[in-house]
């Protein structure tokens, strides 16, 4: 039996029962009876409802560096939580069996009826330091973040979006009075390369990326490079240069490695010289903070100081071998160490 049948925010009413909704860049215009792009937003009667809130599909207990957000309390574990859903449509989405539910799929039938309140408890009890909106998008579950966020604030845990950025800007400033961190997506700096293989624009994700920065959200920003699609020098300038020009020196850029998955299963996965040929040109533009991921092992999974250059915590996957920051600022030269929860 459903949890609750919650209406959604952020959409319009228009004439003859349909609704325009406005949580994404999207904005999908319904008729009575359609469902959005994201496959959980329906209009019923001329009113928009939210047919996953309160259905989680995904719970688990993550070290917070595998969101990966490698400078918001290091070393805790974040209560992550999905629903069913999403709006983008990648060809490379390593979590398709959730995110791209069919629009026959009865959703009462999939996930678990857990209440915000719940959830809260839950990472409570599993000692989690905070909690992460993640696997699928957050953004087309946002009334259910929302009101999770806004108790897990009140009891004093972090909220985390891990997030494409595909998000109008009305909610993200809504929603900013809880949102402690941000770790974006930013898969690519073509218009192209999101039409053909994402199904949205770029324009959007930028200006999220810029948003967030200016309310004061932390922001780390992911790119899974893709052999032949977004791997060209030329791109990889643009990226990095729009990340130190635009958020920032001191925001973390997650360089990951892809593997052959959902619809690209056949297509190469990326060779490490593609990654350490990102993180140099991350380094060369200024950046304080570059990590290769997906490749266990290597030393980019480390922190470094800006300053003096020693490591300030080693890591070895998702795990802290050593931190030497202490009360956010490097131990050997005393620089303060950009972060939440350093």
């Not at 009101?147 to 009140?154: F, G, L, M, S, V």
């Not at 200006?207 to 699609?229: A, S």
């Amino acid at each position: 039996m459903r949890l609750t049948v919650k209406e959604a925010m952020f959409y319009q009413q228009l004439e003859n029962n349909k609704v325009i909704c406005k949580l994404c860049p999207h904005f999908c215009k319904l008729d009575d009876g359609q469902i959005g792009n994201c496959n959980v937003r329906k209009n019923l009667a001329g009113k928009l409802y939210s047919l996953v809130f309160g259905k989680a599909i995904a719970v688990h207990v993550d070290p917070i560096e595998k969101k990966p957000l490698f400078h918001v309390a290091p070393g805790s574990h974040s209560f992550s939580m999905a629903t069913a859903g999403c709006n983008f449509h990648c060809k490379f989405c390593q979590n398709a069996d959730i995110s791209q539910v069919s629009r026959s799929i009865n959703l009462d039938l999939i996930g678990q009826n857990l209440s915000p309140a719940e959830i809260v408890s839950m990472a409570i009890r599993n000692n989690c330091t905070s909690i992460a909106y993640t696997y699928t998008e957050p953004t087309i579950y946002f009334e259910y973040a929302y009101e999770t966020a806004k108790i897990a604030h009140q009891q004093g845990l972090l909220n985390i979006f891990v997030t494409n950025g595909f998000i109008s800007q009305e909610p993200v400033k809504y929603i900013n009075e809880y949102l402690d961190a941000a770790n974006v997506d930013l898969k690519s700096f073509s218009d192209n390369f999101y039409k053909r293989l994402v199904g949205a624009k770029l324009a959007p994700v930028l200006d999220t990326l810029k948003l967030m920065k200016k309310l004061n959200i932390w922001v780390e920003v992911t790119t899974l490079i893709i052999p032949g699609e977004n791997d060209s020098d030329e791109e990889l300038k643009q990226i990095a240069g729009f990340i130190k020009n635009e958020l920032g020196e001191e925001t973390p850029w997650h360089i990951s490695r892809f593997y052959p998955q959902y619809k690209l299963k056949n297509h190469p996965q990326t060779p490490v010289t593609t990654l350490q040929k990102a993180y140099d040109i991350g380094k060369d533009h200024g950046l304080r903070y570059v990590y290769m991921g997906n490749v266990p092992g290597n030393q980019t999974e480390n922190t470094y100081c800006y300053n003096c250059g020693k490591i300030l915590i080693n890591r070895y996957g998702y795990q802290i071998q050593k931190n030497n920051i202490e009360s956010g600022k490097c131990r050997f030269c005393g620089v303060k160490i950009d972060g939440v929860g350093m």
